[in-house]
């Protein structure tokens, strides 16, 4: 067992540990909470694969956007004074049943599959690479996104406060 | 580490990254399925969307892609930025309507 | 005068009474005296035929004029040629005797009209049907072909129709009016199938160029069969027109119409016309034809007779005389004694119509009183018409000194020389039995009539002798009927002009094998000339008709004096009473005395089959034909009904059947529908979980 | 007259008078029916200005540069369909002998029904708009050369017809105008098929050298058009020329109408009135025989030879059945219709014979047939309209009540009987002529002259119970003898039927080189197919 791989495993172990912990704490700040450590497994998880840029990414913005986000939608959407921040589950043993299979399902494909691996050099850093496409091939796109980013913005202000009106 | 990725022959291979993909895929959608509060679900999207992340990172890795796959992952989470804000909008509205971000509760479709 | 000259003025003969048919009939009620105009033409068309006739007797003897133009053409017909219907007119001395008899009954049964019909509500249109009449007759007469002939015979048959249902406000008079046209026309259709056969083969309707075709070797269909068949159905025609058995029910009936048609069309003339067609078309006749219409004329004129015998009404029996004597002619053609026929017909048309105009006075002055019984004595009151009357009924008897001696004579003499040639003895015994019938029934009516005592005192009293207009008619065809018109000698027809200049035996076309061996056709050797240098019949048949000559004659002399002296006897004198004599032979009298029931058994059998199958095939066609066509309709509509009740009950029943087994199941399912996504997600993965179950990627 | 479009001139001028009377108020019901007079009277004068120009010497029927008034252009094209290539219908018109009779015909007899039209009182402006509709399809069915067109014709005057029975006619009129309109239309369902299927089977090259189906007849009438496949070509051995023949005889049998499909005949006589029954005996029945002339004699002549022999059994039994069933009839009207039956008979029989004695007398009886009818029928409607009855033995001696109208009937009477010197006896004769001139039909031939008789016993019958006899004094008051108006309409027929009786040629010799001309096509044409299409 190499570095690397005892790496990988804690990475692996941290990001679906917390992952357990965000889907089933009765209390959603404890599962915003452990969102935060899968995301930052996954972004280790990145690293592992060499790509450093987007592990900077997911921890930029998952950790310091979404999460944030998500902690506000929390405390505007429950009575903060009631300190009753839970959050109830339902249909638990159909889910766990059906989920179970259906991992177990992708599980089999994924192992009868032969994926055709090969070796590839892995750039000493992917953020020259990363810009570039996005300033040539991807440009459209780019730009695209840039300007769904403006829009859900916009949109996300406007759907928030209509109801004053 | 990077020198020792690149030489060594490795345990983990693309499996190994996929079976976590997997699993946090199948936690997000448990997560999704069974939260009744509205930003739980929205979490449980945000898991799946990471294991999504997962898989397009690996197959860039291992398959001959070069390095489109990162750049897929990137949109995608410029993507769940754009639709966090959206969801967490709409959730406020619901809430003001229905005084209650339950899931479950919110039953309009019902007939 | 020319021929072109001859030819112009018989087409004028042929188109004055037309023109005084229009005249009279658009202008007759207008203006009362127009009659007068037709008279006058139908005299002017006499006069010319007298001239045409003298012409062509006097210069053209022995030439046919001839005369004709195309009607109708049909161009290159493809596999026949040139093709194209001629119509055109043939003068012979046939023609012209035709003519000169023709124009002058006319004239005289036209003059004696005037009086006859004066007082009748349609007084002019009388004489436009006799203009119309007399035009169609001409017209049969003139014509060199036999499409023409055809067309004119119809129109004859018009005419006759128009006459006879002239008062048509009778029912009797309209109904035989309509069975003289539709009993002509059974013979007619003969006569128009015969038509086609020759013109099929000849492709030509001419007389001339059909002979000259047939002397030439061609047959009909090329076989002789055809030839007879062609000659008897044609024969029909004449069957018809001349009220030959089984066709003649028509003629008594006929007298219906007013007595001067029935002296003109129904004794004189049109019926004439038949004889005149078998004569037309003799020399085409095989053996087998000539001896199917010699022994129809000689069952005609027997049959005729009987019935003639015990028959009351003045006009029916003279009415039968004329089927018999018609009988007698048609007879005479078919034993081969074609002058002889031929001057019968003449010789017949003038004491016939002598004798119908006689009947004519007689009713006319007995106010429309036809029942001889009611007769008796008028001898005294009307002596022209009673001499008149004797004359020809003596000239029918064939008695000696009268033109009917001669033709008739003439006829025997040929049937006895048939019967030598042949041994067909039995036309001669009916030709001879029927000699003395005809002077027995003939004589009875006379005397019935004329002599005795008046029966009906009252009717008796008022009667009178007609105007001059009437009687004058009479004496002219009297005096007609006498022999020296005809023949100087009064024993011997044949040394006169008629016999055996004017009217001789053409020869015939039909090949030797198929025809009589006494018939003689252009090339037979055995042939023997006449005095006048004309080749008439072979050398055995001129032997024939010498042997038989004086025999017939004096045979027919003591028949008729033996029919003279019984009428007398049982009428006259009373010596045996005719009563008894019906009593004893009751079945046969009563036979006679209804016709033998002909009528009856035509109107059970053909009229009656006919209407009935007419009824039957009416319903076949409401209630088969039709009711297939309205079957399938209804059938279509229930068919339809019934898909109908499909759709609603069944179509429409399992749609909401669907709808309501959606909405059952729905019910229960809609619980499922819990609005919340999740549920929904975990289905869907359910859902995957089962596809791929199905599918099965492991 | 070259380029001068007199077809389409005499085809549409009746359309042209429908639209103006369109246009007219109702209530000057006068005017319109001066209106539908003037146009149908042009519409004569064209008719006799085509024959004052016609060529006597020019056959037509299968060759397109003897016919006569050519029109023809491009009336639809659509090109590119698929598998079906181009499609294309020629407005083609054209004239010959064989239409040129009828022609005439439609005309004359349009007018005469005009003038016995100026009794109809109820809703006359929709009439007379129908009845000039009904005018150009009858026009158009005789001119059409392209089969398309003449479909197209062929239907466009069954509608008006329907309407004219259904509204104005009698009691029973909805179910005599719906049998007319189904028996009708089941005929131009079969000559439907027939039409597409022999468009599916010849084509004929066009300008720029591609080759095309066509409608056009003169195409489909040449064999060597006929692409081998074809199901309608000769050339093909498993071809369905057989049965497509008689689809198409059927079609045009219903019209005429033959023996077993003549029961809407009656019916439709009976209820529809006096100018539509005019038209439909002097007209329509004769579309039918031409349509088999014009139609399926050239373009199947070997069927046509085959199957002669029971074209002439149908045309008998419609000659003895006809007239027996007429005999057995009550009711004036009706014993014409029956009448009818037994006429057309004649002209079936004329046709089979295949020979120019038999085809003229057929196409004569044709147009005798047309004016004899169309008089008689008005006969009937001067005594409708009178006496409101048409029991035969209701009435009795009426010739001494109306004689100058007891004088018409006679003559038309007669000349149904075919008496000699009115054109029924031309034509009969001739038909007779023809056909006994076959050997095959020698025999029918004779059973079929029986009609003659028959003809004259149902006839001469009538003519005794309604004109003979005692006068029935229930009809003192109304039975007046005949107006200005009926003298109109009995006069003109009375001359063209004694005319014609006098002088044939006037009219045969406009069929004559046409009727040759179909003569020799049929038997050169027949041949060829038998040799080249075993």
Sequence with gaps: MELYDIIFYLFAAITIVSGIV????????????????????????YVLLGADFLAIVQIMVYVGGILILLLFGVMLTNKITDVEIRSGSFQVFPAIIGLAAFAA??????????????????????TFQLGRLLISEYALVFELLGILLLVALIGAASIARRDKE | MQEEIRNKKLEVGLNHFLTVSVVLFSLGLYGVVTRKNAVMVLMGVELILNSANINFVAFSRFGNFGINGELYALFVIILAAAEAAIALAIVLNIYKRFANVNVDEINNLKE | MSEIANINLSIIIL?????????????????????????????????????????????????????????????????????????????????VIMLFVVN??????????????????????????????????????????????????????????????FWYEKKSAADAGKKAFLTNRVGDLGMFIGILILFTNYHSFSFDYIYSQMSAGILPFGSEAWLTAAGILVFMGAVGKSAQFPLHVWLPDAMEGPTPVSALIHAATMVAAGVYLVARIFVMLTADAMLVIAIVGAVTSLFAATIALTQNDIKKVLAYSTVSQLGYMVMSLGVGAYTFAFFHLVTHAFFKACLFLGSGSVIHSMHHEQDIRQMGGLRKKMPITYYTFLIATLAISGVPLTSGFLSKDGILAGTLAFGELTGHWLIPIMGFAVAFLTAFYMFRLVILTFHGTPRDQHKYDHAHESPFVMVLPLIVLSTLSIFFWYTPNPVSPDAGWFASQWVTTPHTVVPASSSFDFMINENNTHAETSEHGVITHSEKYMHAMHWAHYPAMILSLVLAGLGILLAFTMYQWKKISPDKIAESVKGLYNGSLNKWYIDEFYNKTFIGGTLNLGGLLNWFDKWIVDGIVNGSAAFTRVFSKISGYFDSYIVDGLVNGTA???????????????????TYIVLVIFSMLILFYFIGPF | ?????????????????????????????????????????????????????????????????????????????ITGLSWIGTVKVDYFLGVDGISTPMILLTAIISFIAVISSWSITKSVKGFFALFLLLDTGMMGVFVSLDFFLFYVFWELMLLPMYFLIGIWGGPRKEYAAIKFFIYTLLGSVF?????????????????????????????????????????????????????????LFIGFAIKIPMFPFHTWLPDAHVEAPTPISVILAGVLLKMGTYGILRISYPIFPEITQELAYYIALFGVINIIYGALVALAQKDFKKMIAYSSVSHMGYVLLGMASLSTTGITGAIFQMFNHGTITAMLFLIVGVIYDRAHTREINAFGGLANKMPVYTFFVTIAFFAAIGLPSLSGFISEALVFVGAFGVQEIRVLTMIGTLGILLGAAYMLWTLQRIFFGEFNDKWKDVLHDITFREYAMLVPLTIIIIFLGIYPSAMLDVMNSSVNTLVEFISKNAEIIRISGM
């Excluded at chain 1, 599962?31 to 996954?42: E, I, K, M, P, Y």
């Excluded at chain 4, 022999?198 to 189906?213: D, I, R, V």
Aim: glycine share 8%; net charge neutral.
């Design chain 3, 15 to 95: 188109l004055l009474p037309l023109l005084g048919f229009f005249i009279v009939l658009f202008f007759g009620k207008k203006i009362e005296k127009l009659y007068l105009v037709e008279v006058g033409i139908i005299t002017l068309a006499f006069v010319l035929s007298l001239v045409v006739g003298f012409s062509k007797l006097g210069t053209y003897l022995h030439q046919d004029l001839l005369y004709s133009f195309t009607w109708i053409d049909f161009g290159n017909v493809p596999t026949i040629g040139n093709l194209h219907i001629d119509l055109g007119i043939k003068i012979d001395n046939l023609t």
């Design chain 4, 1 to 77: 007259m070259n380029g001068f479009p007199l077809l389409s001139l005499i085809t549409f001028l009746p359309v042209i008078g429908m639209i103006i009377i369109l246009f007219m108020p109702g209530k000057m019901a006068k005017e319109i029916k001066i209106t539908s007079l003037v146009i149908t009277f042009l519409q004569i004068i064209l008719a006799v200005i085509l024959l004052g120009n016609f060529n006597y010497s020019a056959g037509g029927i299968y060759e397109e540069s003897s016919f006569q008034f050519l029109e023809k252009f491009r009336w639809i094209e």
């Design chain 3, 660 to 678: 309501f087994l959606s909405g059952f199941i729905g019910f229960h399912f809609k619980k499922l529908q819990t609005g919340k996504v999740q």
């Design chain 3, 104 to 165: 002058l009954i006319s004239m005289l049964v036209h003059i004696y009209s005037m009086a006859y019909m004066k007082g009748d509500s349609r007084y002019s249109r009388y004489f436009a049907y006799l203009g119309i009449f007399t035009f169609s007759m001409l017209g049969i007469v003139l014509t060199d072909n036999i499409l023409m002939m055809y067309i004119f015979w119809e129109l004859v048959g018009l005419s006759s129709y128009l006459l006879i249902g």
């Design chain 1, 105 to 126: 399902i992708l599980f089999g494909v994924m192992t009868s599959t032969n994926w055709k691996t090969e070796s590839f050099e892995i750039p000493a850093t992917t």
């Design chain 1, 22 to 45: 965000v889907v089933n704490a009765k209390n959603i700040v404890h599962s915003a909470f452990s969102l935060l450590l899968t995301f930052f497994g996954v972004s280790g998880i």
């Design chain 4, 191 to 247: 000559m439907l098929l027939v039409m597409i299927a022999l468009y599916f089977s010849a084509s004929e090259t066009l300008a720029n050298g591609t080759s095309a189906f066509t409608f056009n007849l003169l195409t489909l009438m040449d064999p060597t058009n006929y692409t081998v496949d074809g199901i309608l070509s000769p050339l093909n051995p498993n071809n369905y020329r057989f049965i497509a023949y008689i689809a």
